[in-house]
C-alpha cells in the first residue's frame, strides 16, 4: 500500500523562499555555486602572514608592515625580512604565502616580531573556493534543508527553490469524544488525543495545520467540514470511523462518493485505512485507536507527506538490536512493537517492550523510543533475538550530573 499512496500524492509547486523559511523544506532545484567559497584567501588563524621561504629555521625575526583585520585590505607587499599582523578571515596581503599563529610568535618590540618555528607555503591560509569551488553541484534537488544546509545558501546569497510544504486539515470523528480540556468526563465519553498527537507529528514535519475539531459521528456534520477541508488544504487527514462499526462515519460516506478506498492492511497496529483523493485532494482516513494512528502516519502518511514535498528520502533508517523480552506476533502482518532502546558496551542496540502492546495503550508509545519490526512471516522472535528497530525520536542520552562529572 505504501507504494500505491507514493505513486498517487501529487508533488507540489517549486517556489522561491527566503533563507528564513527554508530550514525544512526540500530543494526543487539542483544548488550550483555561483562563486568561489571562500572568494578570496584569507588567514585561518590569527598571526602573522609571511613569505614562507623567508621562515625556513626557527627564530626569525621580521618587521612587522601591517595589521590587518577580518575586513580591511591590506595595501603593503609582504616581502623578506616582513611580515604583517593578520586576524582570522583577513585576506592575506600581495607578497605573503604562509600564517604564523600568533602562539609561535614573540614580540620583540613594536613593529618587530620573532618566528619561532620554520613555515610552508599554504600553512593556515584558506584557499580561494577550498570550501566549495565556483560552478560546483552543492545541493541536490530532493535534499530536506536543515540549518547548516540553509548557512551554505546564505553563505553563497542564494534564494532557494523549493517546494511547497502541504496544508494539512485535520479533524477527529467519533461521538465519544470531548477537547482535552474538558475535566469531568460523562459516562462513555474520553478526550480526544488524536488531533494533538498528529498537530504535534506534522508540526515536527514542519508542516502548517488546519484544525477541523471533533467532528462527531454524523454524516452532515463530518461532510460539512470535508468541503471546507478540502477546499483551504493539501491533504486531509481524519481518525476513527473507517473500521467495521455501524457509526464508522468516514466509511459510511466516502464509500460511495468513489474515490477513497477503505483497507485492510497488513500491519499492525494500523489495520484499516481510508485512502484516496477527495474533491482531488489526497485522503488520508487513519484508524481511532491512538497508537494505530501513530503507526499509520509514521509508516503511509509521513512518507506520502515528504514525497509530496518533494523529498528523496522518505523513511526512517532502522538498526538491527536485540529484542530482550521475544515476543509472538501474527505473522501475517508487520508488526510494530513499542519499544525503549539502549546499548550494549559493546556498542549493539538492544530493545524492550516500553509496555501493553494494544493500540490503545498511548502511554507505551510516550515511552518507546523506537518501533520494532516483526515482518510478515515471521510469527515469534526468541529472547535476544534480532529485529530491525526503527527509530522515532534520537533522544537526548547524557544528564547535567554526567556532564559536570566529567568534567
Ligand atoms: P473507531 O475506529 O472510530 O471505532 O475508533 C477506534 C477506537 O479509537 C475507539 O475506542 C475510539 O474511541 C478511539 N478513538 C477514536 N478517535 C479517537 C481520538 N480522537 N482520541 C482518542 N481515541 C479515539
Ligand atoms: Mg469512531
Given at each position: ?7 498517487s ?26 562563486e ?19 621562515v ?34 583577513a ?11 600568533v602562539?609561535?610568535t ?14 610552508t607555503?599554504?600553512?593556515?591560509v584558506?584557499?580561494v573556493?577550498?570550501s ?12 530536506r ?9 546564505a ?39 488524536n488531533?494533538?498527537?498528529?498537530r ?6 514542519g ?14 456534520s ?5 468541503d ?9 487527514v ?8 455501524a ?32 474533491d ?12 494505530s494512528?501513530?503507526?499509520s502516519?509514521?509508516?503511509l502518511?509521513?512518507?506520502a507527506?515528504l514525497?509530496?514535498m ?6 526512517r ?37 516500553s ?22 512471516g ?8 534480532t529485529v ?7 533522544p ?12
Amino acid at each position: 500500500m505504501q507504494a500505491e499512496i507514493l505513486e498517487s500524492v501529487p508533488r507540489l509547486d517549486a517556489i522561491e523562499v527566503g533563507l528564513e523559511d527554508a530550514v525544512g523544506s526540500v530543494l526543487a532545484e539542483d544548488v550550483v555555486a555561483p562563486e568561489d567559497l571562500p572568494g578570496f584567501e584569507n588567514a585561518a588563524m590569527d598571526g602573522f602572514a609571511v613569505v614562507a621561504s623567508d621562515v625556513d629555521r626557527p627564530s626569525i625575526e621580521l618587521d612587522v608592515i601591517d595589521d590587518v583585520a577580518a575586513g580591511s585590505v591590506s595595501s603593503a607587499t609582504v616581502t623578506a625580512g616582513t611580515a604583517a599582523r593578520i586576524m582570522t578571515g583577513a585576506p592575506i596581503p600581495p607578497g605573503a604565502n604562509a600564517v604564523v599563529p600568533v602562539e609561535v610568535t614573540e614580540v620583540i618590540s613594536d613593529g618587530r616580531v620573532r618566528i619561532l618555528e620554520p613555515a610552508t607555503v599554504g600553512d593556515h591560509v584558506r584557499p580561494v573556493g577550498g570550501s566549495v569551488r565556483a560552478g560546483s553541484l552543492v545541493f541536490e534537488s530532493g535534499l530536506r534543508l536543515r540549518p547548516p544546509h540553509v548557512s551554505v545558501l546564505a553563505s553563497m546569497g542564494a534564494s532557494p527553490v523549493v517546494r511547497r510544504r502541504p496544508v494539512v486539515a485535520m479533524m477527529s470523528t467519533g461521538d465519544e469524544l470531548v477537547p482535552p480540556s474538558t475535566r469531568t468526563l460523562e459516562p462513555g465519553a474520553i478526550r480526544d488525543s488524536n488531533r494533538t498527537l498528529l498537530r504535534g507529528l506534522l508540526t515536527d514535519l514542519g508542516l502548517e495545520v488546519r484544525d477541523y475539531g471533533i467532528v462527531g459521528d454524523s454524516p452532515g456534520s463530518f461532510e460539512a467540514a470535508l468541503d471546507d477541508a478540502t477546499k483551504g488544504a493539501d491533504v486531509v487527514v481524519t481518525s476513527g470511523g473507517v473500521s467495521m462499526g455501524a457509526y464508522d462515519v468516514v466509511k459510511l460516506t466516502l464509500r460511495d462518493r468513489g474515490s477513497v478506498d477503505f483497507l485492510k492492511i497488513a500491519m499492525q497496529p494500523g489495520k484499516p485505512l481510508g485512502f484516496g483523493t477527495v474533491d482531488g485532494i489526497p485522503f488520508f482516513g487513519l484508524p481511532g485507536n491512538p497508537v494505530s494512528v501513530f503507526v499509520s502516519f509514521e509508516q503511509l502518511m509521513r512518507p506520502a507527506l515528504l514525497a509530496m514535498m518533494g523529498a528523496d528520502r522518505l523513511f526512517r533508517d532502522r538498526v538491527p538490536g536485540s529484542l530482550g523480552d521475544g515476543i509472538n506476533t501474527n505473522p501475517e502482518k508487520d508488526v510494530f512493537v513499542r519499544v525503549t532502546t539502549g546499548r550494549d558496551s559493546d556498542g549493539r542496540w538492544h530493545a524492550r517492550s516500553s509496555g501493553g502492546q494494544s493500540s490503545n495503550v498511548l502511554s507505551a508509545l510516550a515511552f518507546a523510543d523506537a518501533l520494532a519490526v516483526v515482518p510478515v512471516g515471521v510469527g515469534r522472535v526468541e529472547p535476544g533475538g534480532t529485529v530491525e528497530l526503527e527509530m522515532i525520536h534520537w533522544p537526548e542520552a547524557r544528564s547535567r550530573e554526567e556532564a559536570l562529572g566529567d568534567r
